[in-house]
């Protein structure tokens, strides 16, 4: 394991150029993580959390003027 993330709470993390290779993200929070933007080859991806779609909508959400 390079680096160790386990349970790290990256929600939100603009991760465009990051390299994760070989990381442990282990139950990490990926929330609204643009995960396209990063390599994650070999990357431990065991029980992580990715984006709630509600929670999502609701956090970006604008009313009507």
């Known amino acids: 394991v390079k680096t ?5 709470d990256l929600a939100w993390a603009e991760v ?3 390299d994760f ?5 282990t ?6 993580v643009r995960e396209g933007e990063a390599v994650w080859e070999g990357a431990e991806l065991r029980k992580v959390r990715k984006t709630d779609l509600s ?3 609701a956090e ?3 009313p009507l003027k």
Not at 21 to 25: E, P
Not at 27 to 32: I, R
């Open 16 to 18: 465009g150029g990051a």
């Open 21 to 25: 290779t070989g990381a442990d993200l």
């Open 55 to 57: 929670k999502l909508e």
């Open 60 to 62: 970006t959400f604008k």
């Open 27 to 32: 139950g990490a929070n990926l929330h609204a």
């Open 4 to 8: 160790n993330l386990s349970y790290s």
